[in-house]
């Protein structure tokens, strides 16, 4: 009882870090993606390692989706759940909501990606005092290399299952947010960490896993971590769940736009949100020192990101000010987004940089 009453104290505590946020789009498309292929889950790598679903991403120079096969990674953080990416219909064209980590699952769409995501929530695990316990009811986990297992049975794991791919629309899946998703999308939430965005990368790259290539049935449709898109990591679908419909000519504009007033991901310093703080887990040392060193990294990382703000929001006031010419203000803001990108990434790297110092700390 003393244990909980302390996560649920620090929980509290962490709270004002917390800041609601808009579900983030990046793309849109005109046509709807595949059906998911039929494929199996590769067994845990290691005790820590979350699932990720594959799923249909979009290629605007090739104008075609391609299969960014399922995976096993770290949790970026003790505590953090993934909700997975999700299309849906909405104004007469399919559009593509981010993925991220957070201290809950989030809405994804009621798509049945399988392996403990079977349309709301995750049944695949939790986390208990630090430590991710596995559901051996769903999840495919080796006992002999990982002893954090639990068996439960999902009642929602139904015998047929839906293999579409996206919310609403015309054979879509009809499927509306629970309150308790609702919620989620105004707690903090932490993109996809740098394996993640690696594997979609080598994803993308990869020609086979093209919807046009594979007729829906990628060779590649899981690995066992991210980026390992060959050998014995990587598992091939057994199927295509229906038949592969291509998509209709290529149009001269091409076939995705942003909608209004949204941008693919951030790009200046002002739209950036203040990095995660999730609630404290664990009593151990390890455990505390960790914490300490989060909430350093984070607290400096959200004054990086007000001091470039501030300092970006100058820049635009001299410009307006002294009226400078279009090419000069293009110029200002490709040297801002530049920046911007720059220091996104150097704290993506700081806290994988934080987590593995941490993991080197747990023992085995």
Not at 334 to 345: D, F, I, L, N, Y
Request: hydrophobic fraction near 35%; include cysteine.
């Amino acid at each position: 009882m003393r244990q909980v009453l302390r996560i649920a104290l620090l929980v509290l505590v962490a709270l004002p870090l917390f800041r609601p946020v808009a579900a983030q789009v990046s793309i849109t498309v005109t046509f709807a993606p595949p059906a998911l292929p039929i494929y199996e889950q590769p067994p845990c790598p290691d005790e820590g390692f979350l699932w990720i679903p594959g799923y249909w991403a979009w290629d605007s120079d090739d104008y075609d989706y391609y299969w960014v096969p399922g995976t096993w990674v770290p949790a970026p953080a003790p505590g953090l759940l993934w909700t997975p990416p999700w299309w849906g219909w909405d104004g007469g064209l399919f559009v593509f909501h981010e993925g991220f980590w957070a201290i809950d699952v989030g809405f994804y769409g009621g798509i049945v990606y399988g392996f403990g995501y079977f349309g709301h929530g995750f049944e695949g695990g939790r986390w208990e005092n630090g430590h991710f316990f596995y559901n051996r009811a769903v999840m495919n986990v080796n006992v002999v290399n990982i002893h954090n297992v639990y068996n439960q049975t999902v009642v929602n794991n139904v015998t047929v299952v839906n293999h579409v791919s996206y919310n609403g629309g015309e054979g879509g899946i009809q499927e509306r947010p629970t309150l308790r998703e609702l919620a989620v999308e105004h707690q903090r939430h932490l993109p996809p960490v740098p394996a993640q965005m690696q594997h979609v990368q080598r994803a993308r790259s990869n020609p086979q896993l093209r919807a046009s290539a594979n007729q829906g049935k990628p060779p590649v449709a899981a690995t066992v971590r991210p980026g390992q898109l060959r050998g014995h990591g990587a598992v091939p679908a057994r199927a295509a769940s229906v038949p592969y419909h291509p998509p209709p000519s290529r149009p001269a504009t091409g076939g995705t736009k942003a909608l209004p007033g949204q941008n693919p991901s951030p790009t200046l310093a002002r739209e950036l949100r203040p990095h995660l703080a999730p609630p404290a887990q664990g009593n151990t040392a390890a455990d505390l020192t960790y914490q300490r060193e989060q909430q350093k990294l984070i607290e400096e990382q959200n004054n990086e990101h007000l001091k470039l703000q501030r300092q970006q929001e100058r820049e635009d006031q001299q410009a307006a000010a002294q009226e400078w010419n279009q090419q000069r203000r293009q110029q200002m803001e490709q040297r801002q987004q530049h920046q911007t990108q720059q220091m996104e990434q150097r704290h993506a790297q700081q806290l994988q940089q934080l987590i593995t110092r941490q993991n080197a700390r747990r023992p085995h």
